[in-house]
C-alpha cells in the first residue's frame, strides 16, 4: 500500500535531530511540521521572513497574516521571530539552514532536483529553492514516485529545468525511502506496506540499488 502525504511526512519527520534549523518548502513538507516528535528541539525557517514556525493553527485560531511561504496560515513557536525575506536569504545563503525539505517534478540518479518550472506554463518565480538547494547542508526530497501518466519521476537524468544539481542526499516517495549514492543510484533503504520490490523497480528509471538491510516502513 503507498504512502499518503502524512505518511510521507511522518517519515520525513524521523529525520529531523535535536538542535536542527529546517526549512520546510511547498507542499508535501510543509505537513512534517505536524509530526516533529515533542522530545526534541528544532527551530523551522521559512524564506517570507519567520523563524520558529509552530504547527498548522486549529480553525479558530487563524491569523490570515501570519503564512509560510506557500502562503499557508501558521503559528509561531514561543520565541517565534518575523524578519524580512532579505535577512532569511542571507541566514540561508549564509549555511545556517541545517536542514531543506522539498517537493519535486523530477529527481535524477545524481542527485539532481527539478521543481521549479514546466516549460510552457505559466510560473511566478523560481521562489526559494534554488538558494536552498545551494546552501543547505542537508536536502530531503518528498514526492509521488510516478506522475500521473504513469511515468517515473525517478530519473537517470531530469528532463525539466533543473533547481540544482548533485544536491539531494535522500527521497521519500509513497513508495518507499532512498538515498543517492555518491557514485550515483538509487538506493532503496526502505519500501512502503504491501509494496513489492518487484513494483518499485518497474516504476524507478535511474538505476536502483536494494539495501542489504532493506526492510518495511512501521509506523
Not at 505536524?34 to 521559512?46: G, W, Y
Not at 491569523?63 to 542571507?90: E, R, V, Y
Not at 535524477?108 to 532536483?113: H, P
Request: glycine share 10%.
Amino acid at each position: 500500500m503507498a504512502l499518503d502525504k502524512n505518511q510521507i511526512a511522518q517519515v520525513i519527520s524521523r529525520e529531523i535531530k535535536n538542535g536542527d534549523y529546517v526549512n520546510l518548502g511547498i507542499g508535501i513538507p510543509t505537513l512534517v511540521a505536524n509530526f516533529i516528535p515533542a522530545n526534541i528541539d528544532v527551530v523551522l525557517q521559512s524564506e517570507n521572513g519567520l523563524l520558529g514556525i509552530g504547527p498548522f493553527p486549529a480553525i479558530d485560531h487563524i491569523d490570515p497574516d501570519l503564512i509560510n511561504a506557500g502562503k499557508q496560515t501558521i503559528t509561531m513557536a514561543t520565541g517565534a521571530s518575523l524578519f524580512s525575506s532579505a535577512d532569511s536569504f542571507a541566514m540561508i545563503r549564509g549555511g545556517h539552514v541545517d536542514l531543506t525539505i522539498l517537493g519535486a517534478m523530477e529527481v535524477s540518479e545524481n542527485g539532481d532536483i527539478a521543481n521549479w518550472k514546466i516549460p510552457g506554463k505559466m510560473v511566478k518565480g523560481m521562489g526559494g529553492a534554488m538558494d536552498l538547494v545551494a546552501s543547505a547542508k542537508n536536502i530531503i526530497v518528498a514526492m509521488q514516485h510516478k506522475s500521473q501518466d504513469g511515468k517515473s519521476k525517478f530519473l537517470k537524468n531530469c528532463t525539466l529545468p533543473l533547481t540544482g544539481q548533485r544536491c539531494v542526499k535522500k527521497v521519500v516517495s509513497d513508495l518507499g525511502v532512498f538515498e543517492i549514492l555518491p557514485e550515483g543510484g538509487f538506493l532503496l533503504i526502505e519500501y512502503a506496506p504491501q509494496v513489492s520490490i518487484d513494483e518499485i523497480k518497474q516504476s524507478t528509471e535511474g538505476k536502483l540499488f536494494i539495501s542489504d538491510n532493506v526492510k518495511e516502513i512501521t509506523f
